[in-house]
């Protein structure tokens, strides 16, 4: 073999160790890549009985939700109006108390979640009146309210003759009316007794049933109508 044979076969053998290492310097890239691309799907992809690690999609989810913890409504409470996409963006509700003269309208209810201070000052419109205890009140039931004022086609304020009463008010007042229940959901935040000025009552009672909503109670001779978020059920007091 003379000097340029040599001369070519060192350089095809160069050229073949360059093109090999090229092609593993292009392999672990793609390898690489792949293995990113897996990740990358593994934590979006949806979740499966057999697939236990946490996703993106779930903490987002998560977190979306953690307002209504705050507001720990009870175990009965429609929370699924919160996340109803045909839900208005938001609720507003106006109501008088008849027995301290309070007012309030506000927006209770805005992009997808209840609004924290409004429910506060909700609790405290509804408050027992007879001893001043403050207690949550059911947002199923201001939902409730809301699609009745909608129902009713109204503006005008609820005016209050009970809302929230204490076991100790619900006691006494046992004592003098036949029309009160030993286990009142007045108790839960989870009632409330109304009249609409100007409105006949028995609108309101009609109204209410056929919503199908809760409990509807009429009661004529002290004209008001109670609604609660319990089981769907009517009488007359």
Same mark, same amino acid.
């Given at each position: 073999?003379?000097?340029?044979?040599?001369?070519?076969?060192?350089?095809?053998?160069?050229?073949?160790m360059?093109?090999?290492?090229?092609?593993?310097?292009?392999? !672990?890239g %793609?390898?690489?890549a792949? !293995?990113?691309?897996?990740? #990358?799907?593994?934590?979006l992809?949806? /979740?499966?009985?057999?697939? /236990?690690?946490?996703?993106v999609?779930?903490?987002?989810?998560h977190?979306?939700?953690?307002?209504?913890?705050?507001?720990?409504?009870? #175990? $009965?409470?429609?929370?699924?109006?919160?996340?109803?996409r045909?839900?208005? #963006?938001?609720?507003? +509700?106006?109501?008088?108390?008849?027995h301290?003269?309070?007012?309030?309208?506000?927006?209770?209810?805005e992009?997808?979640?209840?609004?924290?201070?409004? +429910?506060?000052?909700?609790? /405290?419109?509804?408050?027992?009146?007879?001893?001043?205890? %403050?207690?949550?009140?059911?947002p199923?039931?201001?939902?409730?309210?809301?699609?009745?004022?909608?129902?009713?086609? %109204?503006?005008?304020?609820f005016?209050?003759?009970?809302?929230?009463?204490?076991p100790?008010?619900?006691?006494?007042?046992?004592?003098?009316? *036949?029309?009160?229940?030993?286990? #009142?959901?007045?108790?839960?935040?989870?009632?409330?007794?109304?009249?609409?000025?100007?409105? *006949?009552t028995? $609108?309101?009672?009609?109204?209410?049933?056929?919503?199908?909503?809760?409990? !509807?109670?009429?009661?004529e001779?002290?004209?008001? %109508? /109670?609604?609660?978020?319990?089981?769907?059920?009517?009488?007359?007091?």
């Amino acid at each position: 073999m003379n000097e340029s044979d040599i001369i070519s076969s060192r350089r095809k053998f160069l050229k073949k160790m360059a093109y090999g290492s090229l092609l593993m310097a292009g392999g !672990v890239g %793609v390898a690489n890549a792949k !293995v990113k691309h897996i990740a #990358s799907h593994t934590v979006l992809a949806p /979740h499966s009985a057999k697939h /236990h690690q946490t996703h993106v999609h779930d903490v987002i989810h998560h977190r979306q939700h953690q307002h209504l913890a705050a507001y720990e409504p009870s #175990s $009965r409470t429609n929370v699924r109006s919160v996340l109803n996409r045909n839900s208005p #963006s938001h609720k507003m +509700l106006a109501f008088h108390n008849t027995h301290t003269g309070d007012q309030l309208a506000l927006t209770y209810f805005e992009q997808g979640r209840y609004i924290k201070d409004a +429910l506060h000052e909700i609790n /405290h419109l509804f408050r027992d009146y007879h001893d001043g205890t %403050v207690h949550p009140i059911d947002p199923a039931l201001l939902d409730q309210l809301y699609d009745l004022k909608h129902t009713l086609e %109204v503006r005008k304020p609820f005016h209050i003759v009970s809302g929230y009463r204490s076991p100790a008010t619900n006691a006494d007042l046992r004592k003098h009316s *036949d029309g009160v229940a030993k286990n #009142s959901l007045h108790m839960e935040g989870r009632a409330i007794d109304i009249r609409i000025e100007g409105l *006949d009552t028995r $609108r309101i009672r009609d109204a209410a049933l056929a919503m199908q909503r809760g409990g !509807v109670g009429y009661y004529e001779r002290s004209d008001f %109508v /109670h609604l609660d978020t319990g089981s769907v059920r009517t009488w007359a007091g």
